[in-house]
């Protein structure tokens, strides 16, 4: 059985990632805000909107400080942005989700996300995603690293330097390999688990493209942020 170790730089790696991760978090007043405003279709359309634009100002900050992105090509960096933002979204609403809340919370949370305009042909495979990333139990570590491999991914629309995205996720890989071995001994396909999450997402985001479109149709407005990221308007 071959001895895992993480590395100095390996671990060096994992505490700037996580340190972004947790530095980048959410603001509380505007998840709150998805507890405490009234029912409505429109109310709660409005509230993903401001929720979903605050994740992607959140996602800039923290793809900023993934080691080795800046020296990415720039255009190759907005790419990589626009490419992962849904993925990173979905990924990080799972994570909200999957957290231990005060009982009640999730529940409303859930009613919040089911009546706010979205079609049933979305919401149950995006609730689907939701409950297999809640009983995949991560640790904060894995989660931060799963949201840099979906954003370094390197087939994403107009990424020019392909190799050198490919080099950077393959660090980020190895480094959660490792730490999938090291963290669920008991669970030898814990790891490629974790991947076949990234291939879910994918599915999810071409739903997405489809949701908008509906959206767009029934009139909703989108905030210009998530305009310029989806490529819609
Ligand atoms: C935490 C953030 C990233 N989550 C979020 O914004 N959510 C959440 C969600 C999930 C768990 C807890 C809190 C919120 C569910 C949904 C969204 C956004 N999208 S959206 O971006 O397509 C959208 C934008 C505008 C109208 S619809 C729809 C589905």
Known sequence: KEKV???????????????????????QDVTKKLLQEQYSAEENFLLLTEVATSQ????????????GFLSLDREDQIALLKGSAVEAMFLRSAQVLSKKMPSGYTEVLEERIRKSGMSEE???????????????????????????ITILTPDRPYVKSHEAVERLQETMLDVLRKLCVLQHPQEPQYFARLLGRLTELRTLHHYHVEMLTSWK?????????????????
């Open 56 to 67: 992607v100002q959140v996602l800039v900050e923290f793809t900023k400080n993934i080691p």
């Open 5 to 27: 170790e993480i590395t100095k730089e390996q671990r060096a790696l994992i505490k700037a990632i996580l340190d972004a991760y947790n530095r980048h978090q959410i603001p």
């Open 122 to 148: 979305f919401i149950t495979p995006m609730f689907n995603f939701y409950k297999s990333i809640g009983e995949l139990h991560m640790t904060q570590e894995e989660q931060a690293l799963l949201t840099t």
């Open 217 to 233: 149709t029934n009139d909703h407005k989108f905030t210009p942020l998530l305009c310029e990221i989806w490529d819609v308007q």
